[in-house]
């Protein structure tokens, strides 16, 4: 069941700057630039390899879920009349793209010799935009409840079925080795969702075929075997982890506990090896692509973090929360949105950053760049995972944060839920419990990971059973005005990492020797939810050394009006004061966040 939710505090501002910024100004009308790509003018003069069009379906995607949560009139106007312009020019056979008649998806295109990521030779992103136009149009259609915009999105659907089965493989139309045209498994997805028409599922499964066919990708066959992202195709994060979205859904629509098995060993792996402490997953070092996972084991305070692929890791964890009800993707999707997806985002709602960094400087990046629509997309993901209600009548609270929802159970009664609280910021939390009516239901609570010491009550009264990282269950009869309070320790701690580099080689008499001849060792502070850095040390250096770090270090010092800073005191050198990551440095373009701190080297160890 739905749940209509307004998100306050630091979450609800981005929200509403959002949609006075990206979604009011970007695409104004059908006459926008993202828009005008699909007239004819345009379209069948385009021969080349851009993937612009998938701004449409993004801004879809966001607005349609901005209308829904806000109303707004002016939002909700334009929304019609880009998704009306774009039906129109749907061709008959279901075509809605941006190519010329020989560069369309529907055409065999050649392969290009000696490319390092299977892409072909001129064009890779058709099915990509149209598997975009799909979520864009079914979320319009649930927002307008207009049926044309349904038809459209079944038609898309309808020609790529028609083409797959007409001997064109998908792999043979994405980049990184088909990764960029299977994520047509989340649009087929959608279809179903929607729908519940069988021959959605036959397009999943007919994706999912060819994707594991393909002898450089073979997704699902490397999946149930184990292997770590950054050993699927190129290791795109961004592609990998949206073909994941799609292959949950999948999942639980078949009911395939193998395959969800596999998706969260891969999510566990991706967790422990593949994100910055913000949440966001990263790459770019080495030999790796600023957008492909690293090995595991590698780390860089540089590492690089792609909006695109923040989205995606929010996207999965949504749909592993509805799949399985398990708190610690919740936790998550929390994680990510308070630190890199914020940290992505500027005041003004209009300007993102492409990538952002543990260490380095703010670049808010150009006017199409894909993050700018994909950040948007991700802040309108978290109205709708902040609460939730089942089937069996389980209210969940799942992220944490000033808030209003209102919410019905099985048989109709209303609920309304509100947080009173200045988290993220402050660990008191006090939830108003407000059934229209006496009810006895369950409520489930999500008790942070970090929380080690939280305490929870109902209405005054001590309740126990907090374990951290888990749901706090509260099974009772509810009347209006029962209050549940959480008081949730936010003692500022050291987050520590190490890059190391071992050497091995054996001895005359065949013995192994390991002698350690890197280890560069970092340090970051976290408090609560949140990541903490600082600006330019001094005011010019970029990066600092300090000794071993102690937490008794670390002092919490009050600001009127915001966060609280944590201040490192040190013998060693003049204090140095940290702020949410997310805002270190102003969150202005050309500003710099230290997140990390490199420890003082250690002499060097034989390991034998």
């Excluded at 334009?78 to 941006?98: F, I, M, S, W």
């Excluded at 190519?99 to 065999?108: I, L, N, S, T, V």
């Excluded at 795109?236 to 859904?249: E, M, S």
Aim: negative net charge; glycine residues 8%.
């Amino acid at each position: 069941m739905s749940a209509r939710v307004e998100l306050r505090g630091v979450l609800g501002d981005a929200l509403a700057a959002n949609l006075a910024g990206r979604l009011t100004h970007f695409i104004e009308g059908p006459a926008s630039p993202a828009i005008a790509l699909f007239d004819a003018v345009h379209r069948d003069a385009n021969r080349e390899g851009d993937w612009y069009g998938e701004h449409a379906g993004k801004w879809l995607c966001a607005a349609a879920k901005a209308v829904a949560r806000s109303n707004d009139a002016t939002l909700r106007a334009n929304l019609a009349a880009v998704a009306d312009h774009l039906v129109a020019l749907q061709g008959d056979d279901g075509y809605l793209g941006t190519y010329a008649p020989e560069r369309r998806f529907m055409q065999r295109q050649p392969p290009k010799p000696g490319t390092w990521d299977g892409a072909p030779s001129v064009r890779t992103w058709d099915v990509w935009v149209h598997a975009y136009l799909v979520l864009g149009l079914v979320e319009t259609h649930r927002t307008l409840g207009d049926a044309r915009y349904l038809d459209a999105a079944r038609r898309i659907g309808d020609l790529a079925l028609a083409t797959l089965r007409g001997g064109i493989d998908v792999c043979d139309l994405g980049n990184h080795h088909g990764l960029s045209a299977t994520v047509l498994l989340d649009a087929a997805m959608e279809l179903h969702a929607a729908t519940r028409e069988a021959r959605w599922l036959d397009l999943a499964t007919l994706v999912l075929e060819q994707a594991d066919r393909c002898r450089d990708l073979q997704l699902l066959t490397k999946l149930v075997a184990g292997a770590d992202a950054a050993d699927i195709a190129t290791g795109k994060a961004y592609q990998l982890l949206w073909n994941l979205v799609g292959l949950t859904k999948l999942s639980r629509a078949t009911g395939n506990r193998e395959v969800l098995d596999a998706i969260e060993n891969l999510w566990h792996g991706v967790r422990e090896h593949h994100l910055t402490l913000g949440g966001g997953p990263w790459g770019g070092v080495a030999h790796r692509s600023r957008e492909v996972f690293n090995a595991p084991g590698a780390f860089s305070p540089q590492g690089y973090v792609e909006t695109c692929s923040t989205l995606a890791w929010i996207q999965l964890n949504r749909e592993l929360l509805k799949t399985t009800g398990k708190a610690r993707y919740a936790e998550e999707i929390e994680r990510s949105a308070y630190n890199d997806l914020l940290a992505a985002q500027a005041p003004d709602g209009q300007d993102w950053c492409y990538y952002v960094f543990p260490n380095g400087r703010r670049v808010h990046t150009t006017y199409w760049r894909c993050c700018k629509s994909s950040g948007a997309m991700a802040l309108e993901e978290l109205p709708a995972i902040a609460y939730d209600v089942d089937e069996r009548d389980v209210v969940s609270v799942n992220l944490i944060g000033a808030s209003r929802a209102t919410l019905a159970l099985a048989d109709g009664t209303g609920i309304t839920l509100e947080q009173f609280t200045e988290y993220p910021f402050d660990g008191r939390v006090q939830l108003r419990v407000a059934p229209e009516r006496p009810a006895r239901f369950v409520l489930r609570v999500r008790i942070p990971a970090w929380a080690d010491d939280a305490h929870a009550y109902v209405d005054g009264e001590r309740i126990g059973g907090e374990a951290p990282g888990e749901w706090l269950v509260l099974d009772r009869q509810w009347r209006e005005c029962d209050v549940v309070a959480l008081t949730l320790p936010m003692t500022p701690r050291w987050h520590r990492r190490a890059n190391r580099n071992v050497q091995e080689s054996r001895a005359p008499d065949g013995s192994a020797v390991r002698q350690t001849v890197l280890d560069d060792r970092y340090a970051a502070i976290v408090r609560g939810p949140l990541v903490y850095a600082t600006g330019l040390v001094d005011g010019y250096k970029t990066q600092e050394t300090i000794r071993a770090p102690d937490d008794a270090a670390l002092r919490v010092e009050p600001r009127d009006g915001g966060a609280p800073a944590v201040v490192y005191e040190s013998d060693d050198r003049t204090p140095l004061v940290f702020e949410p990551y997310y805002a270190a440095g102003g969150r202005t373009h050309g500003a710099w966040r230290l997140t990390w701190l490199a420890l003082a080297p250690q002499p060097p160890e034989d390991d034998a």
